[in-house]
């Protein structure tokens, strides 16, 4: 029988795991870790201040366990055990040790860290751009770096592995959308599908984005700036050299990661920052379609230098990928519709309502993925040719 975690037995779970000793244990400090239905977790604090996420995966409703914990578990396995990629090892959460039989891991816990969204980008008026052109940068290596690697691939799609079917980042956005599951939805969440659907050249132009992928690397598949953590002084950091030194930026909950295609990753993080801006809208149901998009606190301007920074930085520790793909740019759009979409879905299933900005967030995606050379320019500001031109002159 599976072991339970809870306040009263961590502790001693924590004794039998070799890690620590009783010492180690004594006036231990506990309190709940993130809330959600997949884990859960105890932050722990030792005596001498070092704290720890203590996480357990929790069975679904059908009564099963999803073992994207383990999924991490090999993540964390590949770029410990491979030398050529120990480098990667900045760049992520520690996890200390992962119990197979009981789902149960054991990670660092990043006390001087905050979550770019809740901690920076909420806070900001005017967004940084240091911290994405760190994050482009550290994306680009990380895929570089497994890039057609053999090795890396053996261990992330062996046996085991939850998260190694073809398409799998794309399976959320397929299974949603479905006659067999429209009994057991919000009405709200019916209309969004009804409008999706209505649309037939943005149905056909989702399946060719979809056809398009092509896995060649390892990649996070859950990348959005909820996973991504910086270290609190990350303003007296210099240079990206200096942040990569002191591990300024961290990409957490790597529990869904895979080999697959970089530029689901890429297209993924920068829709978190246009659905920053659409999320902004005033929702009120008297007002209209243009009202609503002129009420954004936060508007396309805004977030424009962190969405071209994120591309050119990451463009220039990758060049390679603009060979590998040629339409780079064609699929790097029609992902970011295909994220904005699957975004959007989960949170109307979330809160249960259709609102202004959900309407027009299946716009812009329907325009990134049918028109996606003219969107280009909507989106970024500048041509194809001024987003690559940082590789030119480097």
């Known amino acids: 029988m599976m072991f339970s975690l809870s306040h009263k037995n961590v502790s001693k779970y924590l004794e039998q795991s070799g890690i620590f000793s009783q010492q180690d244990l004594l006036n231990l400090k506990l309190e709940l870790g993130k809330l959600n239905t997949k884990n859960f977790s105890i932050v722990v604090t030792l005596q001498n201040g070092h704290k720890f996420i ?29 030398p050529k990629l120990n480098s990667l090892k900045i760049f992520v959460r520690e ?47 990380i895929h570089r770096a497994t890039f057609n690697d053999e090795d890396a691939y053996i261990y992330v799609t062996q046996k085991g592995s939850f998260w190694q079917s073809t398409g799998a980042a794309f399976s959320l956005l397929q299974g949603r959308i479905t006659p067999e599951i429209l009994s057991m939805i919000s009405p709200d969440y019916i209309k969004f599908i009804s409008l999706y659907q209505r649309f037939d050249s943005l149905e056909q132009a989702t399946l060719e984005a979809i056809s398009s992928w092509q896995a060649c690397c390892i990649v996070h598949n859950d990348l959005n700036i909820a996973n991504i953590l910086v270290h609190q002084e990350w303003e007296k950091v210099k240079s990206f050299t200096e942040a990569q030194e002191q591990s300024t930026v961290k990409i957490i909950d790597w529990e869904r990661s895979s080999w697959g295609d970089p530029i689901f990753d890429l297209g993924n993080l920068i829709a978190n920052y246009i659905l920053i801006w659409l999320s902004s809208m005033v929702v009120d149901p008297s007002m209209e379609m ?105």
């Open 290 to 394: 243009e009202e609503s998009i002129k009420s954004a606190e936060i508007t396309l301007e805004d977030i424009r230098p962190s969405i071209v920074i994120i591309i050119q930085s990451y463009l220039h520790n990758f060049p390679e990928i603009l060979q590998h793909f040629p339409n780079f740019f064609k699929k790097l759009l029609q992902f970011i519709g295909i994220a904005i979409i699957i975004q959007t879905q989960a949170k109307i299933e979330y809160h249960k309502l259709l609102v202004n900005s959900d309407i027009y967030a299946l716009q812009v995606a329907k325009s990134l993925l049918c028109r996606p050379e003219i969107s280009l320019v909507s989106i970024f500001g500048i041509q194809e040719k001024e987003l690559t031109s940082i590789i030119v002159n480097s």
């Open 54 to 82: 203590v996480k357990q995966e929790r069975p679904t409703l059908s009564g099963t366990f999803s073992q994207e914990i383990f999924n991490e578990w090999q993540f964390q396995k590949v770029i410990s055990e491979l």
């Open 95 to 141: 996890m200390l040790a992962y119990d197979e039989d009981n789902l149960i891991a054991i990670y660092r816990y990043l006390d001087n860290y905050l979550e770019l969204h809740t901690g920076i980008l909420e806070s900001k008026k005017i967004f940084p751009v240091t911290i994405p052109a760190w994050i482009g940068s550290i994306l680009g290596q």
